[in-house]
C-alpha cells in the first residue's frame, strides 16, 4: 500500500516562511499531478496549489505570489514553498496524488501549518 509521507509543517510567525515536501512511499504507476489541498477548522477543504507531470501549475487566489509548488520528478517529490504567510493560511495540509486521470487518488495523513499573527 502507497502512502505518502508529509513533512515540514511547523508554526511560524505572520510574514515566515515553510515548505513542505511530499513523496510517495513506493511506486506509483503514472502520476498526472500531484497537489496540495489544505482545511482549516470549521472549513470545506480546498486546493492550494497543483502542478501537473508537464509542470504545468495552478493556484488559488489567496496564496498567488506567496505559495510556490514545484517537483522533482527523479525524487518524484512534490514541494510547496510558502512565503509572507498569514494568519488565515493556518490549516492542515493535505498532500494529493492524481494517478492516471483520476484512476486513483493518494492522500496523504496532513501535516499543520499554524501562523501566528
Known amino acids: 500500500q502507497v502512502q505518502l509521507v508529509e513533512s515540514g509543517g511547523g508554526l511560524v510567525q505572520a510574514g515566515g516562511s515553510l515548505r513542505l515536501s511530499c513523496r510517495p512511499s513506493?511506486?506509483?504507476?503514472?502520476?498526472?499531478?500531484m497537489a496540495w489541498y489544505r482545511q482549516a477548522p470549521g472549513k470545506q477543504r480546498e486546493l492550494v496549489a497543483r502542478i501537473t507531470s508537464y509542470g504545468s501549475t495552478n493556484y488559488a487566489d489567496s496564496v498567488k505570489g506567496r505559495f510556490t509548488i514545484s517537483r522533482d520528478n527523479a525524487k518524484n517529490t512534490v514541494y510547496l514553498q510558502m512565503n509572507s504567510l498569514k494568519p488565515e493560511d493556518t490549516a492542515v495540509y493535505y498532500c494529493n496524488v492524481d494517478e492516471l486521470h483520476g484512476y486513483k487518488d493518494y492522500w496523504g495523513q496532513g501535516t499543520q501549518v499554524t501562523v501566528s499573527s
Open positions: 513506493g511506486s506509483i504507476f503514472s502520476i498526472t499531478a
